[in-house]
């Protein structure tokens, strides 16, 4: 999967992410947007790691993976801005 497929599936990680834990960030959309990426290439990452899924095509198991590396990295910007 290119790098296109893997920033669009970040920013749908980032929204799924921001859905599931919704709050006040203080970064707006645009860091809502680069934690998702950053989120989703590390949960593609982790997960090929853990070998659940990978980074390597788009399916159910990749979104849920970026979704939860997004989710993981949104959590750990929200503690490091307490």
């Known amino acids: 999967m290119g ?32 934690l ?4 989703g290439l590390f949960g593609g990452w982790a997960g090929s790691q853990l070998g659940v899924g990978g980074m390597d095509g788009l399916s159910l198991v990749s979104i849920l993976t970026a979704t939860a ?9 929200r503690q490091l801005k307490k």
């Open 69 to 77: 590396g997004a989710f993981v990295l949104l959590f750990g910007y």
């Open 36 to 39: 998702g990426i950053a989120g």
């Open 3 to 34: 790098i296109l497929s893997w920033i669009i599936l970040g920013l749908i990680a980032g929204a799924l992410a921001k859905w599931l834990m919704p709050g006040d960030d203080g970064g707006g959309l645009i860091l809502t947007m680069l």
